[in-house]
């Protein structure tokens, strides 16, 4: 992996701009160096193939989400929950946009193996830290709900990727119902 520069961070943060709002079938190499006023060459120096950049979004988005959990970790169960509905929905602030994941999953067909695997890898990390989440706020009476905490956390993680979807239609208000029923469905 080459070193991170000022222009490739820029190429990564409009690459993941366009993914969130075209999608990884729209997102092209013209787009970005001709926003980022450079060369197309520029681009494809950092990134010699379009799966490339998209591998780098991906574990570039995954990393922040990481860093985020950890920087969290000491809160009470409650606290970690809002903090992560507050900073998901700062998505739908920036322009309407969907989150990575759902994104990758949105053009699942037609992205490349790799790319597809990463998605993967990355949602798995994200519903394992809600099961555990849910399972260590039940078990301290914080939250309540029925059944396995995974099958919960599969269900938020789906429920959250999916109002993000469907804000774009009828706006943020929709995002924010699947956000207090959620929370309604996990109180003690």
Not at 101 to 121: H, M, N, T, V, Y
Request: some cysteine; overall charge neutral; charged content about 25%.
């Amino acid at each position: 992996m080459k070193a991170r520069t000022d222009t490739r961070d820029k190429i990564v943060e409009l690459g993941r701009d366009l993914l969130q709002t075209v999608g990884y079938p729209s997102l092209s190499y013209q787009q970005i160096s001709s926003k980022l006023g450079i060369k197309n060459a520029a681009v494809h120096y950092h990134f010699p193939g379009k799966e490339d950049l998209g591998l780098d979004i991906i574990n570039h988005d995954r990393e922040a989400f990481e860093k985020f959990a950890l920087a969290i970790a000491d809160r009470k169960h409650w606290e970690k929950l809002d903090i992560f509905l507050s900073n998901y929905r700062t998505i739908l602030e920036n322009g309407n946009k969907i989150c990575v994941i759902g994104a990758s999953a949105s053009d699942c067909a037609e992205l490349p193996d790799q790319l597809r695997q990463a998605s993967a890898a990355y949602l798995l990390s994200v519903k394992q830290w809600f099961e555990t989440l849910l399972e260590n706020g039940r078990s301290e009476g914080e939250f309540y709900f029925k059944g396995e905490s995974k099958n919960k956390a599969a269900l938020i993680v789906s429920s959250l990727a999916g109002a993000l979807q469907h804000a774009r239609l009828i706006g943020n208000q929709h995002y924010d119902d699947v956000v207090k029923q959620v929370k309604l469905e996990l109180k003690a």
